[in-house]
């Protein structure tokens, strides 16, 4: 069985952690974090879709093809071939 003052001495020391825990937990944050956290504020611009891309997709939803294993392949070559139409030779 515990003593009084044995108790009392694991109250004190057990005050003394929590209350020094507490105090390090109230200390100020450097000044590097506020420039770090402004920076993934700023999002990168987005390039501007061109006609092909766009029709190539309107041709891709009403084909259905979804995901990358059907839609990616289709948009790539659909693309490349936009491309060769505008230059004036035939598609491969």
Do not use: N, W, Y
């Not at 450097?30 to 501007?48: C, L, N």
């Not at 029709?55 to 070559?77: I, N, V, Y």
């Amino acid at each position: 069985m515990m003593t009084l003052s044995t108790r009392a001495l694991a109250t004190a020391f057990a005050s003394v952690l929590l209350m020094s825990s507490a105090a390090f937990a109230q200390t100020s944050a450097p000044a590097s974090a506020p420039a770090a956290t402004t920076a993934p504020a700023a999002k990168k611009t987005e390039k501007p879709r061109t006609a092909a891309s766009l029709e190539c997709s309107k041709e891709a939803d009403a084909k259905g093809l979804h995901g990358k294993k059907q839609r990616k392949p289709f948009m790539t070559q659909c693309k490349k071939d936009a491309k060769a139409k505008e230059s004036g030779a035939a598609p491969k």
